[in-house]
């Protein structure tokens, strides 16, 4: 079971974004989508999310067809560049967030939320962070807080746009492992956006090379280092002969 992107076109304009992207993303494991500016990840990853339509192909998620299925109903879990922590809830708050807002039916117990909360705080080591606000803390600790929020609800898939892009080479270093950590400690497949060659190769299980909105290659870390196919690779490499 995985996530299966199928035959998957979108244009902008005349502009070919995805030209028939497909690609299964196997259950648990983290992808790295790797490429250029302007190759089309954020659009392919924004695909899968639901939060933009295709203009053909289908998303299936774990054997289930998603592609008329709204972003709220796919079970995704979101980390953007930018963290998107609201400013003016604790920490405690933002991760318990998607939680208090689940239907009655389905919303978790008080005391529920709360064991939720502190276990998924603790897992990021930022516990003593629970009841301060996001603009005391600096922006690694920020992005910590934002992977334990999308961790929150569980989500079937996890999603992360550049989500390191705007910190220094140290905290992005430092978040790698993080990111890392938790994916092995939480069942979830993941998928994340980079255009930097050496993230991708750290962090993830698979790497999925695009580049003009195509696929040039696809492989595990030490396939996509060892037998570059594209130029992009070497490039970022620096090895070209
Ligand atoms: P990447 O994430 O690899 O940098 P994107 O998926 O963001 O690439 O963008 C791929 C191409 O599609 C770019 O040339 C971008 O300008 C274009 N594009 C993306 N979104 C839109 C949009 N909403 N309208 C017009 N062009 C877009």
Do not use: C
Request: glycine residues 8%; charged residues 25%; without cysteine.
């Amino acid at each position: 079971m995985s996530i299966r992107v199928e035959n998957i076109n979108k244009k902008f304009g005349d502009f070919v974004a995805l030209d028939n992207i497909s690609l299964e993303l196997p259950e648990g494991q983290l992808t790295a989508l790797l490429g250029p500016s302007g190759s089309g990840k954020t659009t392919l990853l924004r695909i899968i999310a639901g939060l933009e339509q295709p203009d053909s192909g289908s998303i299936a998620f774990y054997g289930k067809d998603q592609t008329d299925q709204h972003v709220s109903e796919r079970g995704v879990g979101f980390v953007f560049q930018h963290y998107a922590l609201f400013k003016h809830m604790t920490v405690y708050e933002n991760v318990a967030y998607g939680l208090t807002v689940k239907p009655r039916k389905e919303r978790p117990s008080k005391a529920e939320i709360h064991k939720k909360v502190m276990s998924l705080l603790e897992l990021v080591q930022l516990d003593w962070t629970a009841n301060r606000y996001p603009n005391q803390l600096s922006g690694g600790q920020r992005q910590r807080i934002a992977l334990a929020r999308a961790l929150a609800v569980e989500p079937k898939v996890l999603l992360l746009d550049e989500p390191f892009g705007a910190l220094d080479a140290k905290v992005r270093a430092e978040l790698r492992r993080w990111l890392r950590k938790l994916h092995d400690e939480i069942h979830v497949t993941s998928v994340f956006v980079t255009h930097d060659q050496e993230e991708a190769l750290e962090v993830s299980d698979r790497i999925v090379v695009m580049n003009q909105g195509r696929i040039e290659q696809e492989g595990t870390p030490d396939e996509v280092y060892e037998q570059p196919a594209t130029p992009f690779v070497y490039g970022f490499l620096g090895s070209v002969n």
